[in-house]
Structures are given as structure tokens and as C-alpha cells.
């Protein structure tokens, strides 16, 4: 069953072990495993097929053809990476920010090299959180992260989000209820997925953006600033319409926004790198963090991904992944459309880029773990995230009836047969009494 819990059976196990016990993502990896004839859309893997193994042989001949350069990448690196890479990076952000010469100043120290970004939020909750912190996130929200927080000891608070993203009066609002309550020193964050959300696939409205930013500087002080975490994992997997600058363009001083990217869904997971832009006040903090930890992340991984920029190799890789996703995209909501449309209730939105579609079914429905879809749903072959795992804890009710659908792994013929499974699903649970 996929709700059963793995109870530790080790009263030795820390406070910390107990509380990251079990996570959402290690039940859905289990069904996975346990029934490999599913078709998973729930897996936010990457497309197998588009992998770059041409484009990492070629960086990595370039990086073990120089004996000097081999072993300068398989010796220890620096703490916050290999100043090349630091450095392309950040250049390649402030052009995509469409930020002027004059405001490139920007210092190569500001930005730090993880083991993927889930590494950096880690670190960065570490460095600026204590048990029983506060951290506002937008409501869906990434449940991963929801699960680093829950394991740290920490509070996730939700705030109310619609089609434009977080509502920047949710937002206030919420800051107000906990200074209210006396609760304000405890609220150290504000989590938001800027593009293309993980599970809701909504982009931030440009027109918000600003007043998050302005929104957090507001209500910080000396002693306690809140800082806005700006997850930008799927920034690069756009297909259709132009970029939008980051939220850290508004904040020019760089003393509020923390970003967070990743090469694991815009080239390849398994080489595991992740970097951050931090505020100054926030680097060595979390560089001590960090090397009570690594020591440096995986320096070979930070030579070889140098070369791939450096040869050119990278952008012909994302075209072919938006060409390769924007088909699986269109198979989900053409599915969706002859499948699902026909059922009362069923309503989902038609994202630009990402991953991920975010359905709604009939109010009537529990897709979680204590309902009946999610096992009618595997008995017809098809696994789905549901919804209540990316929610949390605080601040808002937690709806019943979403689901996250992932495009990303199966074939457009898979996705196709996936979805035709899951109206079946569903419509055995509306016929059955049980599903009230």
C-alpha cells in the first residue's frame, strides 16, 4: 500500500531521522519499484532518450586530454567551485536578466556551487533557520523542499496562490496574522518556483514580482531579514513565450533574494550540480556550512559542465529538450482534453514550460494516499503525485482533489494510454459511493 509508513524501529534514530520519516517521494518510489509495469506520471525525471552522453564525451575528452587539466578536476576544489564555471554562470544569468553593463558588478563570489540545487536549499535552511522557524512558501509548493523543512524542524506556512502565481496581498497578509500573533521573528523566508511551479506549473506574473521582493524588504529588520529563496530549476524549459528577468533583477542591492538553479532538468540529474547567488552576508555562513559537509562538491562533475559550456555544447541541448518536451506537452492536454474534459469538474491549466500538469478532479474525489483514486489509479496502470503532498501544513486548508501529472519520462504514446487510465479511474470512483 502506498500509505503504509516505515515506522523507524531504532529508538536510537535522532530527533532529525524520526521527522524526515516517511517522505512522499520515497513512498511514490517505492510503488514505482514494486509495480514496474506502471506507467508513471509521477516520476519529474528527464526525458532518458534526450540524455547528452554525445555532448558529455566530447567535454569530457576536452577535460582528460590535458594531463594538467585532468588532474587539476580530480583533485579536491575549491568550496564554492571552480571559479570558471562561478564566473560563466553568473554572466550567463545577468544576460538572461537583460541586465545593463552598468550593473554588472555583481561579485563572482556571490554565487556557490552545490551538489544539485536541493543541496543549496538545504544549505541555505541550515545557515538562516533554527527549529521552529517560519518559512512562507506558495500554496501548491514543491514538496521536496516541503520535506527538507519538515526534516530541519522546521514550519512551512502556506500562502494563497492563483493562476499569476503568489498574491502578493496573501503574502502581507500572512506576515500581518503572524506579527499579530507574535510570531514574526519566527518567519526567516519566503519560498516561490518563479517558473513554471513544481507541481503547478505557474510562472510568477512579471508584474508581481517586484512587489514580493518589496513585500519581504518591508517587513525584515537589521536583526531579522526575510529573505525571498527563488527556486529557478525549470527557467530554461520554456516553450512558448519570452523570458521573464528573475526576481532577483529587483533587488539590485542583492540583500533579499537567494536564487537557486540547476543543470539536473536543462542538461543532465546524474551530474548533480546545482549554484546559488547569495547576499553577501550570507556567504561565508554558508560556505562553513558547506564544508562541514563536502568539502567541496564533485570537482570533475564542475570541470566537466565548464567544458560543455565552453564548447558550445549546451544550448543545442535545451533546444532539443523544449522540442522533445513541448510534444510530450501537447500529448498530456490532448489526452487530457478527450479523457478528462468529459468528467464534471475536472479542470487543469495549460502551462508554457515545465514538467508538470496540474488537474484538478471533482471536489467528491480524495486522490490521496486515504482515498480510493490513487489504488484504482494503479489497478487501470497509471501512478500519479497526489496533490496533498505538495501543501503545507500551516496557513491554508489542504484541497483533497489535485493531482500532479508529469510529462517528462514516457513516450507521447505513454502519456496518452496514462491519461486514457486515469478518466478511467476516475470514473469508477465517481460511481462508487466510497469516493464521497
Known amino acids: 500500500m502506498l500509505n503504509a509508513k516505515i515506522v523507524p524501529t531504532n529508538e536510537g534514530l535522532s530527533r532529525r531521522a524520526h521527522q524526515s520519516c516517511g517522505q512522499p517521494i520515497s513512498r511514490l518510489m517505492r510503488a514505482a519499484l514494486a509495480r514496474p509495469e506502471l506507467i508513471s506520471l509521477a ?125 502578493p496581498e496573501a503574502l502581507d497578509e500572512a506576515l500581518e496574522r503572524h506579527a499579530a500573533a507574535g510570531e514574526l521573528h519566527r518567519i526567516k523566508a519566503i519560498y516561490v518556483t518563479t517558473y513554471f511551479d513544481n507541481p503547478s506549473n505557474i510562472t510568477l506574473a512579471p508584474s508581481r514580482r517586484q512587489a514580493v521582493v518589496d513585500i519581504a524588504r518591508r517587513w525584515s529588520r537589521r536583526e531579522r531579514p526575510i529573505y525571498v529563496i527563488e527556486d529557478t530549476a525549470y527557467r530554461e524549459l520554456r516553450y512558448e513565450g519570452p523570458d521573464t528577468p528573475s526576481l532577483r533583477s529587483f533587488d539590485p542591492e542583492g540583500k533579499t533574494v537567494i536564487v537557486a538553479q540547476t543543470f539536473s532538468k536543462s542538461f543532465s540529474p546524474g551530474i548533480r550540480i546545482g549554484w546559488g547567488i547569495l547576499p553577501e552576508s550570507l556567504i561565508a555562513p554558508l560556505c562553513d556550512q558547506k564544508g562541514n559537509i563536502d568539502f567541496g562538491s564533485p570537482n570533475f562533475n564542475q570541470h566537466l559542465m565548464f567544458n560543455v559550456l565552453q564548447q558550445g555544447l549546451y544550448e543545442p541541448h535545451v533546444r532539443r529538450l523544449r522540442d522533445s518536451y513541448r510534444i510530450k506537452l501537447r500529448a498530456m492536454l490532448d489526452a487530457a482534453e478527450q479523457h478528462l474534459s468529459p468528467l464534471p469538474g475536472a479542470q487543469w491549466l495549460e502551462p508554457q514550460g515545465g514538467l508538470y500538469v496540474w488537474l484538478r478532479v471533482p471536489e467528491t474525489i480524495d486522490t490521496g494516499p486515504g482515498g480510493c483514486l490513487l489504488e484504482r489509479a494503479m489497478d487501470e496502470g497509471v501512478l500519479y503525485v497526489p496533490g496533498e503532498y505538495c501543501y503545507p501544513g500551516e496557513g491554508l486548508l489542504v484541497p483533497k482533489n489535485m493531482i500532479r501529472l508529469s510529462f517528462g519520462v514516457q513516450t507521447p504514446e505513454g502519456i496518452s494510454q496514462g491519461i486514457e487510465a486515469l478518466g478511467r479511474a476516475i470514473r469508477r470512483t465517481m460511481a462508487d459511493p466510497r469516493s464521497s
Open 43 to 167: 516520476a519529474g525525471f528527464v526525458d532518458q532518450q534526450t540524455l547528452p552522453v554525445e555532448a558529455v564525451q566530447q567535454a569530457a575528452e576536452a577535460v582528460l586530454g590535458d594531463a594538467r587539466a585532468a588532474r587539476a578536476a580530480l583533485q579536491y576544489g575549491t568550496n564554492a567551485g571552480h571559479p570558471a564555471l562561478r564566473e560563466a554562470l553568473l554572466q550567463r544569468f545577468l544576460e538572461a536578466d537583460g541586465q545593463p553593463e552598468s550593473e554588472r558588478d555583481l561579485s563572482l563570489d556571490r554565487v556557490v556551487l552545490t551538489a544539485g540545487s536541493n543541496q543549496l536549499l538545504h544549505l541555505v535552511c541550515e545557515t538562516i533557520l533554527d527549529p521552529g522557524d517560519m518559512v512562507l512558501c506558495a500554496s501548491p509548493t514543491y514538496f521536496v523542499f516541503l520535506g527538507t523543512l519538515k526534516g530541519l524542524g522546521l514550519r512551512a506556512v502556506g500562502v494563497a496562490t492563483d493562476e499569476e502565481g503568489i498574491i
